[in-house]
Nanobody
Framework: QVQLVESGGGLVQVGGSLRLSCAVS????????MGWYRQAPGKQRELVAD???????NYADSVKGRYTITRDIGKNTVYLQMNSLKPDDTAVYYC?????????WGQGTQVTVSS
């Protein structure tokens, strides 16, 4: 059974930085893509950033230039570096991994940006 375990969330002031980690119980190359989503209270879950098996990345317009998604293949871990954080970035952040036939999610980690 695939497990995704997020860590690194917390409380940070406006303009601060956090790095989220998503550790995968297995080889991340089995996934077509991995990504980070977020869900704020009363809002739909939205894609923040993803990275394909080939290493191509994609970002939501709202985080371009501030967030960076990377991976450490040897550690089977995907990261989300978040800089210049804003109050609107406050949400639960979820790690996601997809194959041709399945869709996996982590339990989520809370990010709160205080003004």
């Amino acid at each position: 059974q695939v497990q995704l375990v997020e860590s690194g969330g917390g409380l940070v002031q406006v303009g601060g930085s956090l790095r989220l980690s998503c550790a995968v119980s297995g080889n991340i190359f089995v996934f077509n893509a991995m990504g980070w989503y977020r869900q704020a209270p009363g809002k739909q879950r939205e894609l923040v950033a993803d990275i394909t098996r080939a290493g191509s990345t994609n970002y939501a317009d709202s985080v371009k230039g501030r967030y960076t998604i990377t991976r450490d293949i040897g550690k089977n871990t995907v990261y989300l570096q978040m800089n210049s954080l804003k109050p609107d970035d406050t949400a639960v952040y979820y790690c996601n991994a997809i194959t041709w036939s399945a869709d996996y999610w982590g339990q989520g980690t809370q990010v709160t940006v205080s003004s």
